[in-house]
């Protein structure tokens, strides 16, 4: 095999498994532990606030009249302020969907997570927002499908994107 | 343009998951094959554009000034290019502006990447690219973003598992001809359907690995690379959009942000039919899905046909739009930054007829390499001619 007619040999070394179990390479181990503490921002800190209320907020651009969900103080397509706070709905339509069996660090689950984009009644159509869906069996999702928020009860939400614990399916209305 | 601008020579380690060689000597490595092969030394360079990705798989910030020695970079003119994914075909981009500027002569376009050191897997360092207040707690991985677009874009033009599938047989298959290749093998479409669901429908043969390596090419001017070539290949063309990280915005099916950067580089190419006119490409493949996605991204299918293409063998080697020709990053591998640049070598090595048993059988005289990334929101092309 060849890279190149004029390249003969291909530099490196690789380490395998193997090598790595007998010890056959020195490495250095660390870990970096970190914290960090974010400020939400202007147009999330009210999204939050809105969430701890079980409702959803977006904001208005006049301009352009997008309601632009996650909020944002600016509209990125017109490239000046958002005019309006506007409560949309905690229903919306699955855009796409799909079943995770690994998780963050991507080690296998034992209970896959079911995320979706959700296309949220209210809002300019195609403002979606990520999140997971519940109360439904893998195989009976369906992109199209309509749902609704699941929310924790008012005593147990902080302000946080999991106020909504999930969002389930409420067939055709 | 001040300067038309040529590649001059290429180079490239092996593609491995795990590699001894530490970064600046992997970029060591590749730097010097690339020189070596266009007849030159360091001191004929007068600047260097460097590429890698997150620094986060390295533990070490900084990563630019940390590659410097091993990507010739000392003492010289050196940018780091840096747009997630779409950073191989970033860093030669880079080079373009250096050279037709008019401001230099010749220019180092070195990409490396090692994702081993970061455990328990590199995908650990993709978690941080979401928004932290509002997709970080519903415990994202970066395959969801690609899960989602794969199911997306299978609602919307009616595209099957299997034909998708079919990509990941062309592309592991054609890397069993590639000497650097990490995963070459000769598998079936009951093979991808029978691997393991990771994130529905991303299954683990959709999807490219992780891997260590680097990749150069050496930029000319024209003066410079008459004197040493018979067989320069002209950058003619460079493009690169980015979308929002409001993905959940966007339309999925559909990378608009892809579109916007082929026009851009076909217009400077003077390229007015890409279906035509292109004769192979090296289209980014980090999954089997997004060869299709990107095709029709880059106007080199109709939108949902791409599919029916891969399904009639129009893309293989000897078909009449040969794409990923190389193995792609399904078969080659993917050292994020480095395998966008494996593209831009193999459209090199293509169009001068020296790709051995990977050489596609037509007569290839004009070629494209994309890459793609960030949080699914960049689109890097460049248009190559012999």
Redesign the interface.
């Known amino acids: 095999?060849?890279?190149?007619?004029?390249?003969t040999s291909?530099?490196?070394?690789?380490?395998?498994p193997e090598d790595?179990k007998e010890g056959k390479?020195l490495d250095v181990v660390?870990k970096?532990e970190p914290k960090?503490s974010?400020a939400?921002?202007v147009a999330?800190s009210r999204f939050?606030a809105e969430l701890k209320e079980g409702r959803i907020i977006a904001r208005k651009c006049m301009n352009c009249e997008r309601i632009?969900v996650?909020p944002r103080m600016y509209c990125?397509q017109c490239f000046r302020p958002t005019d309006e706070w506007v409560q949309i709905k905690d229903t919306g339509t699955i855009?796409?969907?799909?079943?995770?069996?690994?998780?963050?660090?991507?080690?296998r689950l034992k209970t896959p997570?079911l995320?979706?984009?959700v296309d949220l009644d209210g809002a300019t159509p195609?403002?979606?927002?990520?999140?997971?869906l519940g109360e439904v069996e893998?195989s009976e999702i369906k992109?199209g499908m309509k749902v609704k928020a699941v929310w924790k009860s008012s005593s147990e939400r902080q302000g946080?994107?999991?106020d909504i614990r999930y969002f389930r399916p409420i067939g055709e209305e | 343009m001040k300067n038309r601008v040529a590649i001059v020579g290429a180079g490239m380690t092996l593609f491995r998951r795990r590699m001894l060689e530490s970064p600046k000597e992997l970029s060591f490595e590749a730097t010097r094959m690339a020189l070596d092969s266009a007849g030159l030394e360091l001191k004929d360079i007068q600047s260097v554009v460097s590429g890698s990705a997150p620094d986060a798989f390295d533990g070490m910030h900084m990563k630019g000034e940390y590659l410097l020695d091993g990507m010739g970079g000392i003492g010289k003119p050196n940018q780091r290019v840096y747009v997630g994914g779409g950073t191989g075909v970033f860093t030669p981009i880079g080079g373009f502006w250096n050279v037709a500027s008019g401001m230099y002569d010749t220019c180092l376009c070195v990409a490396e990447e090692k994702m081993s050191p970061l455990h328990p897997h590199p995908q650990y360092a993709f978690w941080s690219i979401f928004d932290q207040i509002l997709e970080r707690p519903l415990g994202t991985t970066l395959l969801w973003i690609f899960s989602l677009e794969m199911r997306r874009y299978m609602h919307k033009y009616g595209i099957k598992e299997e034909e998708i599938a079919s990509v990941a047989v062309k592309n592991k298959g054609n890397a069993v001809d590639h000497p650097c290749a990490q995963l070459g093998a000769k598998i079936t479409v009951d093979d991808v359907m029978n691997s393991e669901p990771i994130c529905w429908p991303v299954k683990r043969l959709d999807v490219s690995p992780p891997s260590d390596g680097a990749a150069a090419v050496v930029l000319a001017t024209e003066k410079v690379a008459k004197k040493l070539t018979d067989q320069p290949v002209w950058l003619d063309g460079v493009g690169w959009t980015l979308d929002s990280t409001h993905w959940t915005n966007r339309d999925l099916a559909y990378p608009e942000y892809v579109e916007k950067a082929a026009w851009m580089a076909y217009k400077m190419a003077g390229i007015k039919k890409p279906r035509k006119e292109i004769d192979i490409a090296e289209v980014y493949d980090p999954f089997d899905y997004k060869e299709l996605h990107h095709m029709e991204g880059l106007q080199l299918a109709g939108k949902g046909e791409a599919a029916k293409m891969a399904v009639d063998g129009v893309t293989q080697r000897d078909g009449d739009l040969p794409v990923c020709p190389s193995g792609g990053l399904l078969g080659v591998g993917n050292p994020i930054a480095a395998a966008g640049m494996m593209k831009i070598c193999e459209v090199f090595w293509q169009l001068r007829g020296e790709a051995g048993k990977r050489q596609v059988k037509k007569d290839a005289r004009t070629g494209l390499a994309q890459a793609w990334g960030d949080l699914m929101q960049v689109g890097t092309v460049a248009v190559m001619r012999s």
Do not use: C
């Open positions: 095999m060849i890279l190149s007619q004029k390249i291909y530099p490196g070394h690789e380490i395998t790595v390479y660390y970096f960090y974010w939400a921002g999330i939050l632009l996650p990125e855009n796409t969907y799909s079943i995770s069996h690994v998780g963050t660090d991507a080690r997570i995320v979706a984009v195609g403002m979606g927002i990520l999140h997971n893998p992109v946080a994107i999991t």
